[in-house]
Structures are given as C-alpha cells and as structure tokens.
C-alpha cells in the first residue's frame, strides 16, 4: 500500500475542520477525501457570514489556501532537520547534541514496542528537531555518535514511556540508554503524590499528559492523536521520502518533552516547597522567641511536619470521591465522578498560578489538590475532615478568594469536536491543493 499525504490527510475522517478558499472560509465535518484531490464536507457553515449550507458540499483542492500570517505563527513552526545521510548535515547534528545537557527522545517504527523495526529516531534540542532516519542510516549512525549521546551521564534524556524506546535500541543495536526523565512515570508520581498514595487505573498518552500539564487545547494535539492511529500502518514507516505531513507529526511529538519535563519537576516539588515555606513563616525562630528555644525544641520534629499524615489521609478522602475504585483498588481517572455543581464550576475562570506567599491559609497542591493545611482559626490544624478540592491547575495556589469552590480549576481535557483542525493540518492541504 502506497502511503501518501492524501490518504494521511483522510485520518481527517468525522472530523470537524476549516477550509480557507481564497474568497471565503467554510467549517464542517469531513465526509470524502478523494484521489482525485477533492474533499467533501456535510454540517457546512460560513465562517465568515455564518450562514448554513444543507447536505454535503464538495471543495477542490486547487481552491484550498492557506493564509501565511497563520502559517508563521510561532507555534506551528517547527525547526526540523531530516538526516538520512551521513554526508553534510549527519556529523554537525552530532556535533550539536552532544553540546546539549537534556534533550528529548522519540522513536518510531513498525512494533517497536514489541521489538520489531526502528526507523525513525527524533531528538529534540531546544529549539531544533533532529529525525534520524534509521532504515537508511542503519547501525552506523549509532557507531558514529548517537550511542555516545544515548549512553551519556552527562545528557539527561526526556522521553514518555521510555519502555518501548529503550527496549528497541537495546535489542537491536546494543545501546543502553542511561540518565532518563520519564514524563509518563513523573505524571503517576503526581497522581499518587495528588491522591494520598492512591494509584490510576492506567497510564496516561503523551497527548494526555501534555494537555494536562501543558494546558494545550485537544484541538492543537489532533497530530498526536493521528500519529497513533497511522502507527497502526506499517508501509507507512517505510515509504521514502516520507511524506511532510509525516515528518511534522514526529517532529511535534517531542518537541513538547523539554517544556513538559520542567512542569512536571515543578508539580513533584510542590509539597516539599510548601513545607519549606512553612519552616520560613514559622514563629519558632522570630526574634521574641529566641530565649525559649533549646537544643531538645529544635530537634522535634515541627507541627508542619507532622501534618504530612492528615495531608495524605485528606487527598485520599477526596480521591475515593472524585475517581471511581476499580476492582483491583486503582482509580478511574480519566473518568471522574462529575456532579451537577462542579460541571458548572467547571466553566468559571480559573485563578492564575502565584508563587509561594506568606500565608498558608486554602492552598492548591500540584495539579489536583486544594487542602486547607492550616486554617487561622484552628491555630494551624486542620479544619475537621472536609475532602480536598479539585483543582487542575499547576504548582501552588496560595489566600484562595472566599468565592473559590470545590471543582473550579477543573480542566476540561475532552476533545473538542467543534474546534478547528490545527493549522499544521491545514498546511498540510497546500500539498494536497497542489
């Protein structure tokens, strides 16, 4: 089977896109991509005028444009280097990501996850993408350099589910990769440290977890959602030259590693800053009373400590209500108990994230937690056993306004039927179009 940008454009398939023409733009869902370079479209609207156009309507790719004002937008350009040879751009690649201290790593192929054929290795820099073309390069390319980049202590490497990856590189071409950052095993962390010591039911996609953490819309991840679904392909993998559309999509699958890493390592952090902050408020250490301390009172083990025990028992009393148990005692978490008052909450403005403050007083812990650690009234304990709050926000929300409710930072991670299709998808129809 020949894999080319019109059938990798018909993952587009129930989708709701918009098509810019060069005198009008129209959104509906996708019917029929054609051989013949037409596509046809039902639930037609004018996006310009609103106006309704009954039944299906069909559009020629040669009308099909894209505005380049969008086409430049920041973040759609992807700074992406193909390096399917050793002459010229192989060895100043190298060159640069050695001078790099953490990058991120993807891989693609047919069943990597199963050992079978690598073809693709993506490193993504700071602000450049580098995919190796491992079916041409073969094991020279890990001989002149990429092992020595995979195996070093001195490169951390980012990568989402590092199973697959590292089991495939160490099968097939005897690297072993060391000095790793998962982000899919950072984002259970979270959980767990977010439930109390409670664990999901399963782990999250890369997709996932970028719209959590990144608060990226679902309507800006339909790349990575198409990724997957044409893994499922494997003539694709071996088509050359690959198609562009293909290309961009492996390029943006990392590209978000370097960003989500650091979101992440802010979230894991966020009780031991908040317990640190506790230490700096404390009145233990104020001037007036410096004649009480002894060398026994300053070795017990503080108040904010021993709150550790309450703060965990209060997150898994929230956690057992917002997730379903499963049998086996893991939580549902990609589907939370959703009532009536929190679905409302749900479309409130969500407090903007603040750094640590002087108060410890309603506060949000990571992604998903507010837990009154002190309350002013009770003299620093807790306030009886009420359950956490959801909140999806990141880091650490500190003097929560009186109008702050249970369930109102709550992300809303569902994919958007009604969002436009990203634009590195309507880019991808100039190829289409010509």
């Not at 092992?147 to 490169?155: D, G, P, V």
């Not at 949000?364 to 003299?379: A, E, P, Q």
């Amino acid at each position: 089977m020949v894999v080319d940008d019109i059938q990798f454009l018909s993952i587009l398939k129930g989708k709701r896109i918009k098509l810019t023409l060069k005198n009008a733009s129209y959104l509906g869902i996708v019917q029929r991509i054609n051989p013949n370079k037409t596509i046809v479209l039902a639930d037609v609207v004018g996006a310009n005028n609103g106006g309704r156009y009954p039944g299906s309507k069909m559009f020629f790719g040669h009308e099909i444009v894209n505005d380049d004002d969008e086409d430049d937008d920041d973040e759609e350009f992807i700074n992406f280097v193909v390096i399917d040879e050793f002459h010229g751009k192989f060895g100043p690649a190298v060159m640069h990501i050695k001078k790099q201290q953490v990058i991120g790593i993807g891989a693609d192929g047919v069943e990597i996850y199963k050992h079978g054929r690598l073809c693709w290795l993506q490193i993504a820099t700071k602000h450049k993408v580098f995919l190796f073309d491992i079916l041409l390069l073969g094991a020279r390319a890990f001989k002149n350099g990429l092992t020595m980049i995979l195996q070093s202590k001195n490169i951390l490497k980012v990568m989402h589910d590092c199973r697959a990856i590292a089991g495939c590189l160490s099968t097939q071409f005897g690297v072993n990769v060391t000095n790793v950052f998962d982000t899919q095993v950072a984002d259970v962390m979270c959980f767990y440290s977010e439930t109390g010591g409670l664990l999901p039911d399963r782990v999250s996609t890369l997709q996932e977890v970028i719209s959590l953490h990144l608060k990226v819309p679902s309507s800006q991840l339909l790349s990575l959602k198409m990724k997957s679904e044409l893994a499922q392909e494997k003539a694709m993998w071996y088509k050359r030259p690959c198609p562009l559309p293909l290309l961009k999509v492996m390029a943006l699958s990392v590209i978000h590693l370097h960003p989500l890493r650091l979101v992440l390592l802010d979230t894991l952090m966020t009780d031991y800053m908040l317990l640190v902050d506790s230490y700096l408020k404390s009145s233990h250490f104020q001037p007036d009373k410096l004649d009480h301390i002894t060398m026994e009172s300053v070795l017990e083990l503080p108040k904010e400590l021993r709150q550790l025990e309450q703060i965990r028992s209060d997150r898994q009393d929230w956690a057992t209500g917002q997730f379903p148990v499963t049998d086996q005692g893991l939580l549902d978490r990609f589907n939370p108990r959703m009532s009536k008052s929190s679905e409302s909450q749900q479309e409130q403005p969500k407090p903007k994230r603040e750094c640590m403050k002087a108060s410890s007083t309603s506060l949000f812990v990571g992604r998903g937690h507010s837990d009154s650690l002190m309350d002013s009234k009770n003299n620093g304990a807790f306030p009886g056993k009420s359950p956490s709050q959801l909140g999806i926000g990141r880091g650490l929300f500190l003097q929560t306004p009186p109008a702050q409710k249970p369930g109102e930072c709550a992300a809303n991670t569902a994919s958007d039927e009604a969002a436009e299709a990203p634009k590195s998808l309507l880019q991808s129809f100039r190829s289409f179009r010509d």
